[in-house]
């Protein structure tokens, strides 16, 4: 099996940006492409939109009264909760300092 991510490379670790379909400990190759943010955007905008105008896809409307948060405060959250590592890794820490 095969897929395509797009990771963040932080701390000489590269940090995928969305769910992994393997089980932990899995052996993968990788190839690391480097990419501009906007591109991958605009890829993104320009397959969302061949989807919509094939009927296959409804535009996601934001349900009313929700505030709109930028790309970048969604990476400035993503950034502060991303500090302690694993969730699994910090409670193993804080039972070991028990």
Do not use: F, N
């Amino acid at each position: 099996m095969s897929t395509t991510v797009t990771a963040v490379y932080e701390r000489g670790v590269l940090r995928p940006l969305q769910p992994l379909p393997w089980p932990e400990r899995t052996r993968v190759r990788l190839r690391v492409l480097e990419t501009e943010e906007s591109d991958e955007q605009d890829e993104v905008e320009r397959v969302e939109a061949v989807l919509i105008a094939a009927g296959l896809i409804k535009p996601l409307d934001p349900p009313p009264g929700l505030p709109h948060i930028s790309e970048e405060r969604l990476a400035e959250i993503a950034e502060m909760y991303a500090i302690g590592g694993p969730l699994s890794e910090v409670i193993i820490a804080e039972r070991e300092g028990r």
